[in-house]
């Protein structure tokens, strides 16, 4: 937006999925710039040559479980692909703390210039996602909430991410679901039963 598609690249290298190609030639087209596709490292050279005049080439990659082989082929690829690629890991904000740091291990290689923190809206909680941002000294570099493009992608915000923290704690208070109340009521006959609470009412 800021200097132009004129100044613009995409590049693919999701020759993976079925239609991914087709997905990002959409956005290509809605942008008014032209998508690249490349194979592998020997394409990714030629095409970041071609493109040195842009100001700024996106490369779109396979998305691939953490314990795919691919990976580390993928990290190689960029790596060695002659010239300053900047990677960006898209962290899912609904997973557990275990697979985030997973995730990170897998796709460190020689250092990760950032990431991005997807799918807040379905996140029940974001404090483990944000506790492996932290932990791993990750720069998070944006946040997305659903499914639009470009409207629900944004930069990061420190405290309104703070907020959202901590809401899920404020609201939940010491409220119990229905579910929950046979199990805290289940000890109230030993409550009753204890000599030191004689004379607490109960209910």
């Not at 690249?36 to 071609?50: C, G, P, T």
């Not at 998305?63 to 690829?77: I, L, P, Y």
């Not at 208070?173 to 109230?188: C, E, K, R, S």
Request: aromatic share 2%.
């Amino acid at each position: 937006m800021r200097h132009g598609p004129e100044k613009l690249a995409l590049i693919t290298t999701d020759a993976y999925r079925i239609g991914g190609h087709e997905q990002l030639r959409i956005y290509g087209k809605i942008l008014g710039v032209m998508v690249h596709s490349v194979k592998d490292e020997a394409d990714l050279r030629i095409a970041l040559k071609e493109l040195r005049n842009k100001h700024t080439v996106l490369i779109d990659t396979i998305g691939m479980s953490q314990r795919d082989q691919m990976v580390t082929e993928q990290v190689a690829m960029l790596a060695g692909a002659g010239a300053d690629v900047k990677r960006l890991l898209c962290l899912n904000a609904t997973s557990t703390n275990e697979t985030l740091n997973e995730v990170v291990r897998a796709y460190q290689g020689s250092g990760l210039h950032g990431c991005i923190m997807t799918k807040l809206d379905e996140a029940a909680s974001i404090g483990n996602v944000l506790d492996v941002v932290i932990r791993q000294k990750l720069n998070l570099h944006y946040i997305s909430n659903g499914q639009r493009v470009p409207e629900d992608l944004h930069l990061a915000d420190r405290a309104m991410l703070v907020d959202r923290a901590f809401r899920g704690r404020r609201d939940a208070g010491n409220q119990f679901d229905d579910a929950d109340l046979p199990l805290v009521m289940a000890h109230t006959g030993n409550v009753a039963n204890d000599s030191s609470l004689r004379g607490v009412r109960l209910g």
